[in-house]
């Protein structure tokens, strides 16, 4: 037995996880341990519908999603990870050196 992950872009349409479905499904048939990972709303119940799990990322990508509230955002600026890295404006310079160009 293998393991897969799906993973696929954290935005809150349907169509990569609806065209992955049908392979995981074929995978998990053959005894593979099929997993998928996508912070948005819609993707996750329709990965939970089919019966998968669905593997939460780091809170970060949470941000890319669009599914965030202020509350969260603001949790995630002053929060450990954030502090670990010397705050927010320390981690948004470390982000603007390592933009191209």
Known sequence: MSKYL???LPT?????PARSLPIAQ???????QVTFC????APTRLIS??????????RYL????GDVSLKQIARFL???????????VEA??????????
């Open 12 to 16: 809150n349409d349907l169509g990569l």
């Open 78 to 88: 002053i929060g450990e990870r954030m502090k670990a890295c010397g705050g927010a």
């Open 92 to 101: 948004a310079r470390l982000i603007e050196k390592s933009l191209p160009g």
């Open 38 to 41: 996508n912070p948005a709303q």
């Open 62 to 65: 949470l941000l890319l999603t």
């Open 49 to 58: 519908g089919a019966g998968f799990d669905n593997l939460l990322p780091n």
């Open 26 to 32: 074929e995978l998990r048939k053959r005894g593979h």
């Open 6 to 8: 799906f993973t696929t």
